[in-house]
């Protein structure tokens, strides 16, 4: 199966830095990217969708100027939150798909601890 | 608004099948997947559904009435290694991607 690959896994900062988080696809070119948000024992959040080349379409509520998200090529989309604070540590998932499929592949995902 | 709804929690013995349901209301509907996700870890792809009707793989079935907004994954032969949360989500207008709550399924020994 296809391979997403998310980077770091794990990350721990302090309020008021940013962070970026790289996803990955491994073995497939990803048309477009998706990043989610998860809350423990809670549902996945779609946060943004991105396509290569485009801007991301964020979701109601989520703010863009926050968490910004590039797409530069077909194998690498970054999400960077940006003046991280505490209520930002979260489970943070990237997915990806090819053209002409709706199977999402996930990355491992990354934890982030804003202290 | 749009919604899914699934249990919130299964279980089930080794050996038995184990159905997990799925309700949905969205605005256009495109296609319903399930995935799994062990604690600590990311989803994995479990099964599509365009159509109506039942998709098996290997232990693991799935099934989409859309007359009924409705479908289930069926999981056969449990194993202490499928207890996990599953998750269905529908591909809705718009193209975009709406996941249910999840359903946490115990398999015991």
């Known amino acids: 199966g296809a391979v997403v690959s998310q980077h770091p896994s794990r990350v721990i900062c302090k309020s008021g830095t940013s962070v970026k988080i790289e996803c990955r696809s491994l073995?497939?070119?990803?048309?477009?990217m998706f990043w989610y948000r998860q809350f423990p024992k809670k549902s996945l959040m779609l946060m943004a969708t991105?396509?290569?080349?485009?801007?991301?379409?964020?979701e109601q509520g989520v703010e863009k100027d926050k968490f910004l998200i590039n797409h530069a090529s077909l194998t690498l989309s970054t999400l960077t939150v940006t003046s991280a604070h505490p209520e930002d540590s979260s489970f943070y998932i990237c997915s990806a798909k090819g053209m002409g499929t709706d199977t999402q592949y996930f990355g491992p995902g990354t934890r982030l601890t804003v202290l | 608004g749009q919604s899914l709804e699934q249990p919130s929690e299964v279980t089930a013995v080794e050996g038995a099948i184990v159905q997990i349901n799925c309700t949905y209301q969205?605005?256009?509907?495109?296609?319903l997947s399930w995935y799994q996700q062990h604690d600590g870890g990311a989803p994995t792809f479990l099964s599509y559904n365009g159509l109506d009707g039942l998709e098996e793989t290997g232990r693991f079935s799935s099934f989409l009435s859309r007359s009924d907004s409705y479908g289930y994954l069926l999981l056969q032969e449990l194993q202490m290694k499928d207890s996990a949360s599953y998750f269905c989500?529908?591909?809705?207008?718009?193209?975009?991607?709406?996941f249910g709550a999840g359903t946490r399924l115990f398999v015991k020994a």
């Open positions: 969205t605005s256009g509907f495109y296609g």
């Open positions: 073995d497939f070119q990803a048309t477009t």
């Open positions: 991105s396509n290569e080349g485009s801007k991301a379409t964020y």
């Open positions: 989500a529908v591909k809705a207008g718009g193209f975009k991607t709406i």
